[in-house]
């Protein structure tokens, strides 16, 4: 059963910073494509980073609005994808989710944690 769990959301003025986790289990996630993306009130959802799995290099892309401030890391052995967030805007305020793109046979699956509130006070 996979399992998807962030944590680290909340409340912090703006040119703070987060660091959000997401700890992955049920599918193998060194191979694995990990992802956070972010939704705001009336608003699309949209991708903030992505990380390759290892054997693909461990490649990083990010949405523009949130290049050189937003790192996206993660730890093969604890199973957990890091999103360090620095130099927060109040336009950052989202529900943050975690997403895996894992083989789980016969196919590749997207599977999503249940999100975490990031709120920016000017």
Known sequence: QVQLVESGGGLV????SLRLSCAASGFTFSSSTMSWYRQAPGKERELVASITSSSEGGGTKYADSVKGRFTISKDNAKNTVY???????PEDTAVFSCNANAWIWPRWRDFWGQGTQVTVSP
């Open 13 to 16: 003025q703006a040119g703070g």
């Open 83 to 89: 999103l360090q967030m620095n130099s927060l805007k």
